[in-house]
């Protein structure tokens, strides 16, 4: 029996892993290392079985007592937090001090491609750190839709980004979530790989857009601002500087690069097929009309 510490626990991908930890039936101990147990408590009271541990990325001090304990970690970087070398400089640090020898990363498709990415700066630390690793690096959450962007479409029935005419590779968080507990089960079997966790299709922001316009009825409308224009609205909306100048990077660059690569690791590791758009914005209807 491993212990496997899951950091992110509480939120979209972290909540889908440990869904599919029990559902695919885990042997092993599930630690969910949260900044607040008891609101954690309360929103993961379904998982009888879940042990919970203090833990903050941005306060070393709470990274001993945790790790010391721990076989796999699975390690996401929190949206928040750009300034990559002084958050996880000294995780990675304790994280070797610990002896942890395995651990599963969330980083971004594409992440390879660019420097600045913060999910780059990470892969190479935990590269350079020689502890056993695998990525996981799945396309554009189709819940975005769902969670940051939501107020907009609520409120305003609008979605703005600075993304143009770019592809994305929208994909369901739910598949995420079972690719990543079918990888934390089976740790020696992928041990140094790395995966692309994509849908079936690359889909432009105004398709996707007529899409839950076709299925709900909402009249939501996708408007593309320049990314300066971006910037000083959702800053004086109070968007941190620094979650502003990642969402100007998700969605601007990808203007100027290639389509995403659609990867089969998805039905590799699960032997399922991922979930279509229509089937998410079916499943989401409600929240749309
Ligand atoms: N959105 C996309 O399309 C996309 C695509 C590819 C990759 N990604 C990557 O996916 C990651 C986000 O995953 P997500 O959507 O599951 O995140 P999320 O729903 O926003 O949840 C963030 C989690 O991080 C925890 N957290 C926040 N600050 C923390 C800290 N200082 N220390 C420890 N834990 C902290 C939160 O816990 P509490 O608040 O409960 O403490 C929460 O569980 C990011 O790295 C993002 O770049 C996103």
Redo the contacts with the bound molecule.
């Keep these: 029996m491993k212990r496997i510490l899951i950091?992110?626990?509480?939120?979209?991908?972290?909540s889908e892993i440990l869904r599919y930890l029990y559902k695919q039936g885990t042997r092993n101990k599930i630690i969910a290392?949260?900044?607040?147990i008891d609101?954690?408590k309360q929103e993961l009271n379904a998982f009888n079985e879940l042990e919970y541990v203090s833990?903050?990325?941005?306060n070393p001090d709470t990274f001993k007592n945790v790790l010391n304990n721990v076989d796999t970690l699975f390690l996401?970087?929190?949206?928040?937090?750009s300034d990559i070398n002084r958050y996880f400089i000294p995780l990675i640090d304790a994280m070797n001090e610990a002896r942890i020898r395995e651990v599963v990363f969330?980083?971004?498709?594409g992440a390879e491609k660019s420097s600045i990415i913060p999910?780059n700066k990470i892969e190479k630390l935990i590269l350079n750190s020689g502890i056993d690793y695998i990525f996981l690096r799945?396309?554009?959450?189709m819940q975005?839709l769902t969670?940051f962007l939501y107020p907009d479409i609520q409120k305003k029935r609008r979605i703005i980004l600075p993304a143009g005419q770019a592809k994305f590779n929208w994909v369901d968080v739910e598949n995420i979530g079972e690719a990543a507990a079918t990888v934390l089960e089976e740790f020696d079997r992928y041990r140094n790989q790395i995966f692309e966790i994509t849908g079936p299709e690359n889909i432009k922001f105004a398709e996707v857009v007529r899409r839950i316009n076709a299925i709900t009825g909402a009249g939501i409308v996708f408007e593309s601002a320049d990314p300066l224009k971006y910037f000083r609205l959702k800053t004086n909306e109070g968007m941190v500087k620094g979650m502003a100048m990642v969402m100007i990077m998700l969605h601007f660059l990808p203007r100027f690069q290639k389509e995403p690569r659609i990867s089969g690791a998805y039905e590799i590791l699960t032997r399922n097929q991922p979930a279509t758009i229509e089937k998410f914005i079916e499943r989401e209807k409600l929240k749309f009309v």
């Design positions: 950091t992110g626990a509480t939120g979209n991908i972290g290392g949260v900044r607040s609101r954690a833990f903050d990325i941005e996401l970087r929190p949206p928040q937090i969330l980083s971004v498709q999910h799945p396309g554009y959450f975005n969670t």
